[in-house]
């Protein structure tokens, strides 16, 4: 038998007084795409740092394809792809500088790019189309481009399971549709992905299956069942979808926190 | 030429321009990771925080950078507790720390015998480098630039993205740490020079200069050394021809050239980009009309 891609048994985590994870537990199999849906404050970024083990829990395991989150790290098998607001735009790197980023756990002391370097990077731009962007400032390309970026320096990682933090925040809808389209190649090449996201109309078409986090998993399973508005005015107390509103005059979803997000 | 030439015939100030074209290239490099880490304030309060170091390794008769290295330390571990186990904000945390043991620096130096000495640390005394002075400068120097060059790629990877550093592997932490520490020495390096109070000068401007000149963090590492390098050997021979304070000249001459980029920098400059914007609203004047 195959060990789950990220199996989360158990989890607890507190910040002093305040219980961000309560008995949090996940088991997410291999080439599968997950997300992983909650408000803010609701425990994904958290539940992302224990994953990472950037963050030790106060109980219970994390294993990232059997192994702990200390040893996948080094192995190089976890990818990262920052929610935007995390990232300094206006820094001094080109494309593909960041994507060279993703080899660097491949490399020496010094972290000399060698010749394979330079071709899994020339790969993972031409992979996620950014190859004649290669040479712009990291801040000069697109709210797409930049998350398709950094997918390419997970990529370029060789990474084998893949957190996505709010990828389709400050995105357009075509380019949510290239991400969608690059995200499910990936899986089908084996790549396991794990998307937080406050934005619920996106995932049906992303993802195998959705959480719902509150603290703890509240539910797991396939998008259309999970993201049933009676599952979610269930979780979170509010009708997400507006669907009782069929006359309402303004377009556009409302996301979980209850801002409206047009199209 | 005989305006170059002519400082040269003096021993001090030979030994005055290569301490100072040494100072200025080892901080300039260390001053693009902090303009960018947003590290700037963390830059003044180290160089700050090293007096009571050095002028206890000057009484037990030390190395001045083992005392600069332990009171970095200090100041660094002091922030952090006063930051993270009060309410106070990292800004007010840093601030009370670092002028807290300056003052205890000067308390020392009122204390010791040997007052001018030691003075000099605080203003700098170019002009009074001695041998063994310049030698370890020489060697603080080109070991902190040495391993700042090893590591700049780990180096920059955690000043842009430390989630990514800590997802490979690396420690985000030791990496943090070992920029911290050539923080100390590089600030060692340059109390010979400018001196504790401006020792930030040198820690700051060369890479912010540098940062508006590039798009590009390996040409900033050369950007910055080469025009800190530059301002520094020019404020040594402004300040004998004009008989001002070396030091003081030194920072005043980067001061100036930042000034002079930030107005004029082709890219990011304020005319340059006033002018491109202008030239924009022209061109879409006559599109519409």
């Known amino acids: 038998m195959t060990s789950p891609a990220i199996l989360v048994e158990n989890v607890t985590v507190h910040y002093g007084e305040v219980r961000a994870l309560d008995s949090a537990a996940l088991t997410l199999d291999p080439a599968r795409i997950c997300g992983l849906v909650g408000m803010n404050g609701s425990g994904k970024s958290t539940l992302f740092k224990v994953i990472m083990g950037m963050i030790r829990p106060d109980a219970g395991t994390v294993r990232i394809n059997g192994q702990s989150p200390s040893r996948a790290r080094k192995e190089g098998g976890i990818g990262y792809v920052p929610q935007s607001e995390d990232v300094d735009w206006q820094f001094p790197l080109s494309v593909r500088d960041v994507v060279m980023m993703g080899r660097y756990g491949h490399q020496g002391f010094t972290r000399r790019a060698s010749k394979a370097d330079r071709a899994a990077v020339d790969e993972a731009l031409d992979r996620v189309e950014l190859g004649p962007y290669a040479g712009r400032q990291i801040g000069q390309l697109s709210g797409g481009q930049k998350k398709r970026a950094f997918v390419a320096r997970g990529i370029a990682q060789g990474a084998t399971t893949m957190l996505l933090d709010e990828p389709f925040a400050g995105v357009d809808k075509r380019s949510e549709a290239t991400i969608t389209r690059l995200l499910r190649e990936l899986a089908s090449d084996g790549c396991t ?50 669907r009782d509103q069929p006359d309402s005059k303004v377009s556009g979803t409302r996301t979980l926190d209850g801002k409206r997000v047009n199209h | 030429m005989e305006i170059l030439l002519e400082p040269l015939g003096y021993d001090f100030m030979v030994r005055a321009l290569v301490t100072t074209a040494l100072a200025a290239v080892v901080c300039a490099v260390l001053s693009c990771w902090l303009v960018l880490i947003g590290w700037s304030l963390m830059g003044d309060a180290v160089s700050h925080a090293v007096l009571p170091g050095v002028v206890l390794a000057y009484i037990v008769g030390a190395p001045f950078a083992l005392g600069a290295l332990v009171f970095a330390l200090i100041a660094v571990t002091l922030i952090g507790v006063v930051r993270n186990t009060s309410r106070v904000k990292e ?173 004029f920098s082709p890219r990011q400059g304020l005319i340059g980009t006033r002018l491109a914007k202008a030239r924009r609203r022209k061109a879409a004047a006559l599109a519409t009309a």
């Open chain 1, 193 to 242: 992905i794990l998307v937080s996201t406050h934005d619920l109309h996106a995932l049906p078409q992303l993802c195998d299956e959705a959480v719902l986090l509150m603290h703890k998993v509240l539910m797991h399973g396939p998008p259309d069942v999970v993201l049933q508005p009676e599952n979610l005015a269930m979780a979170f107390g509010l009708d997400v979808l507006e």
């Open chain 2, 91 to 263: 800004d007010a945390a840093i601030g009370i720390v670092f002028s807290s043991l300056f003052a205890l620096g000067l308390v020392l130096i009122s204390v010791t015998p040997s007052q001018t000495d030691l003075n000099h640390i605080i203003f700098g005394n170019l002009l009074g480098v001695s041998v063994p002075d310049l030698i370890q400068v020489l060697v603080l120097g080109v070991v902190a630039f040495v391993i700042l060059i090893l590591k700049r790629r780990d180096l920059t990877l955690y000043a842009f993205d430390p989630t990514h550093a800590h997802a490979i592997g690396l420690s985000p932490q030791r990496l943090g740490a070992l920029l911290l520490g050539l923080l100390a020495l590089t600030s060692v390096v340059a109390l010979q020079t400018v001196g504790v109070v401006l020792v930030v000068a040198m820690l700051i401007i060369p890479g912010a200069t540098a940062y508006l000149l590039t798009d590009r963090f390996s040409r900033m590492l050369v950007i910055a050394p080469v025009i800190s390098a530059v301002c520094s050997l020019a404020g040594i021979y402004l300040s004998y021809y004009l008989d001002t304070a070396s030091g003081a000249m030194v920072v005043l001459t980067q001061g100036v050239v930042f000034a002079v980029v930030y107005l």
